[in-house]
């Protein structure tokens, strides 16, 4: 594991992370020994960033994690969340405001056994609480010395460049990162939020790398399993054929499919950071594998392409734009 500054920090992390959103998940996760085994495996490896969240599993998530870092707290880089709310009847609890957030760190300091978290993340944007009083709340929060540096997932570009903006002019901690949904399956990301990212200097850990499972290609090979996932709306004609086209590649490299899809990943040309969320070691293993492939410029090409989206205005109008003045096409064209 080799380790990139994570935005305009100079936190170190490990090129990959580790979700565990999975850990003490009684249903769709891993128990107590499994996750334990996962941890294990992916500290032996070089790993440092670790990534969990206030309602994941209800708590339990945190409270593993906290057995688990206990003897190591200071090696790790221990990311967690607040605005999903933990309580249940209180209007309260699933806020950006500064009782929210106050609230729901001690909460996850209890849980996770320390002092501090490295990076708390605002889970999802709040458009009922001004953004003055998010930014100060959480900068409140860093000055206090329970958090050392802030991120933002589940919010607009729009709100992450005025809140990073209003930070700067006022003196109050930035974001660094953003947390995102980012894969070969699901690039509209790329419309605003991850060139906000670069133009920002913003690192981008990513979630739902693998497309829940279909970029894997195991829906491609089980009809059986590919009838039932198309329930959820996420299997569609479009992914299924870019989970054959990793397919493809990755019979042509000798590599699991699973492996190719986070290479991609990995090569972007934001920091781009995946966050390895498994539910056995198994799979954790055969992830991680992805740090010893880098795809060739024309294997980039072929899963760019199976996978483009449609950019959109501006995008679209400002590379015309740019392509007339380069004189690389007729503007009355």
């Given at each position: ?39 294990e ?23 593993l ?26 209007p ?15 909460g ?8 501090y ?13 001004p ?15 329970k ?13 992450v ?17 953003l ?80 492996q ?9 040309s ?16 055969q992830?991680m ?9 024309e ?26 003045d ?8």
């Amino acid at each position: 594991m080799r380790y990139v500054l994570l935005g305009h920090s100079g936190l170190r992390v490990s090129e990959l992370g580790l979700g565990t959103m999975t850990f003490g998940h009684a249903r769709h996760g891993a128990d107590r020994a499994e996750s334990t085994r996962i941890y294990e495996a992916f500290r032996e490896a070089g790993g440092n960033l670790i990534d969990t969240a206030d309602g994941y599993a209800d708590g339990v998530s945190e409270a593993l994690l906290g057995e688990l870092i206990a003897s190591e707290r200071e090696r790790i880089v221990l990311m967690t969340k607040f605005g999903m709310g933990t309580r249940t009847n209180d209007p309260n609890a699933a806020t950006g405001s500064r009782k929210a957030m106050a609230d729901a760190l001690e909460g996850s300091l209890r849980r996770l056994r320390s002092d501090y978290v490295d990076v708390y993340w605002v889970h999802v944007w709040d458009p009922y609480t001004p953004l003055e009083e998010l930014m100060r709340g959480l900068d409140d929060l860093v000055r206090g010395g329970k958090v050392r540096y802030l991120g933002i997932s589940n919010a607009p570009a729009w709100v992450v460049a005025r809140a990073n903006t209003m930070a700067q002019l006022r003196g109050w901690t930035p974001f660094v990162a953003l947390q995102i949904p980012y894969s070969l399956m699901q690039r509209t990301v790329e419309r605003e939020l991850v060139p906000m990212a670069r133009a920002l200097g913003l690192a981008i850990t990513a979630w739902g790398a693998l497309g829940a499972g279909i970029l894997t290609g195991k829906y491609n090979e089980d009809p059986q399993a590919s009838g039932r996932a198309r329930g959820s709306n996420r299997l569609d004609q479009r992914s299924l054929r870019i989970a054959a086209a990793i397919g493809e590649l990755a019979h042509e490299l000798e590599r699991p499919p699973s492996q190719v899809a986070l290479a991609w990943l990995r090569q972007r040309s934001v920091t781009t950071i995946p966050l390895l969320g498994a539910r056995t070691l198994a799979q954790l293993e055969q992830n991680m594998g992805c740090l010893s492939l880098r795809l060739e410029r024309e294997q980039l090409r072929r899963l760019d392409e199976v996978s483009e989206i449609e950019l959109g205005f501006p995008a679209h109008f400002l590379e015309r734009q740019r392509r007339i003045d380069a004189g690389e096409l007729d503007p009355t064209q």
